[in-house]
């Protein structure tokens, strides 16, 4: 019998069949601290990014749009302000401990989205049923990035959009402070404020082994888009591509 296929979880090699599970035990850790977390990590710049995304979406009322990896729901919420009230704004996350708090903040300030528990991978939902499909820094914790891309192709209709905000390749001359940052400072503050410093390193890795900009943007094209749009955000730390249906 042949082995199991690999796949990373950061640095590591593990058995694909074995990464979701490594991956959601990384977010039932960070759960109820996440937001915080990015707050600290980022300096807050992760509020910037995602406002930039919420106006490059430029949703109109009654529109849909599918939040993926939603977790605690900053674009789903500002989106759900966009569509109004007779669009739609599905909330979801393969992870029940971030879509719990993703659902909490939401009631917390009067939102009542459809939230549902899925995998990127195997979407539960019909062709051509969405304007906008959004993934904001979960697309790299995914195991066949390729089947999940061309998944979001699938449930979006002709001349949808998908928004893919996720950390990337960081321009040169900021390389090597990124890197001391990101392996020296993130772990040490993961354990101080969320307890999981291990956690944190997993992120710092998964960040290394995603896909950089020309790669990710001809994986969407690969998938059904044709046309996608790289916008590099603060030197590249993080890019957000956005691919049209056809």
């Excluded at 990384?26 to 601290?33: E, I, L, M």
Aim: charged share 20%; aromatic share 8%; glycine share 8%.
């Amino acid at each position: 019998m042949s082995a199991d296929p690999k796949t990373h979880f950061g640095f590591e090699s593990v058995a694909e069949t074995e990464k979701a599970s490594r991956v959601r035990g990384v977010f039932d850790a960070v759960a109820s601290k996440y937001d915080l977390m990015n707050d600290l990590m980022s300096f807050g710049l992760h509020r910037a990014w995602k406002a930039y995304t919420v106006a490059v979406a430029n949703l109109h009322e009654g529109d849909c749009a599918l939040d993926l990896a939603a977790g605690t729901g900053d674009l789903a919420r500002a989106f759900a302000r966009q569509v109004g009230a007779s669009g739609l704004v599905l909330h979801t996350d393969i992870n029940e401990a971030m879509l719990r708090q993703g659902r909490e903040r939401l009631l917390d300030q009067g939102l009542v989205l459809p939230t549902v528990i899925c995998d990127a991978e195997r979407l539960p939902l019909p062709d051509a049923s969405f304007d906008l499909v959004s993934v904001a820094f979960g697309l790299r914790n995914m195991t066949h990035k390729e089947q999940a891309l061309a998944e979001m192709a699938r449930v979006l209709r002709h001349g949808g959009r998908l928004l893919v905000l996720e950390f990337s390749k960081v321009a040169a001359p900021l390389a090597k402070a990124y890197d001391w940052y990101s392996f020296n400072v993130l772990p040490k503050l993961g354990q101080w404020v969320a307890g999981d410093g291990d956690s944190y390193r997993y992120l710092a890795e998964s960040i290394r082994m995603h896909p950089d900009q020309a790669t990710l943007k001809a994986m969407m094209k690969a998938a059904g888009f044709g046309h996608v749009d790289v916008h590099n955000l603060s030197g590249g730390v993080v890019a957000l591509h956005v691919g049209v249906r056809c």
